[in-house]
């Protein structure tokens, strides 16, 4: 099953504005995860928040963390053509059998259009 | 550093025919994970290793399915009878987990799988 629900599905910008994407997930975690996907391609792990930590930034990249609401966003700011491509979080939580598996929303697609 | 390689990155098989995937993680990592990944969808985590152990399996993996780690260096992940709903992207992912905190899991390009 699912956990993590990004939110918009899909989201298309002209290059140069910011773009942001939420997700949502139901079970408490240890952190949370951001991966980019190219189209048919593998993960690109983009940034960690663990759950003590509220908000992060690597680069062009801002995650929040908001526990209380099972939240967070990525923001991308100046987008860029390349930043074409699908956008995963992942919440990270022990299932009881210590294996801290990553659960996936099914992801926002974002097309950044020169 | 290499990454996490998977090998072969495309496979394509008639139904009924057993397949193979292999996966060679990041060197120093403890953890090796298996998830699959069908079209719009995001990855669903199969089960993993902490160095040679196989520790948990998801619902996913039927009985057809088969994982090792030998001397917790590189994984096969084995599908035997393959039917065309095994179709998808398995992908493999390591990570190092040390003293019960987690950390950052890194990603092989993955290996897709069609079986006609």
């Known amino acids: 099953s699912q956990q993590g629900e990004e939110d918009p599905q899909a989201l298309s910008i002209q290059e140069g504005e910011n773009a942001t994407m939420n997700c949502s997930y139901k079970t408490s975690i240890n952190n949370l995860q951001w991966y980019r996907q190219n189209s048919g391609r593998g993960l690109v792990h983009l940034i960690l928040?663990?759950?003590?930590?509220r908000e992060k930034h690597s680069g062009r990249l801002r995650v929040t963390l908001d526990t209380s609401k099972k939240s967070s966003s990525l923001l991308i700011t100046a987008s860029r053509a390349a930043d074409t491509a699908s956008y995963f979080c992942?919440?990270?939580?022990?299932?009881?059998?210590?294996?801290?598996?990553?659960?996936f929303g099914k992801g926002t697609k974002l097309s950044v259009i020169p | 550093d290499t990454g996490v390689s998977q090998n072969p990155r495309h496979k394509i098989t008639k139904r009924g025919q057993n397949v193979t995937f292999r996966c060679d993680p990041i060197s120093e990592h403890n953890r090796l994970y298996w998830y699959r990944q069908t079209l719009g969808q995001g990855p669903e985590f199969l089960t993993y290793?902490?160095?040679?152990?196989?520790?948990?399996k998801s619902r996913l993996l039927s009985d057809r399915f088969s994982a090792e780690r030998p001397k917790g260096s590189f994984s096969t992940l084995e599908i035997q009878r393959t039917e065309q709903g095994d179709s998808a992207m398995y992908l493999c992912a390591s990570s190092l987990v040390l003293a019960g905190t987690t950390d950052t899991q890194y990603f092989g390009p993955g290996t897709r799988l069609t079986v006609l």
């Open positions: 992942a919440t990270d939580a022990d299932s009881g059998a210590g294996s801290y598996q990553l659960t």
């Open positions: 928040i663990r759950s003590n930590e």
């Open positions: 290793f902490q160095n040679e152990a196989q520790l948990e």
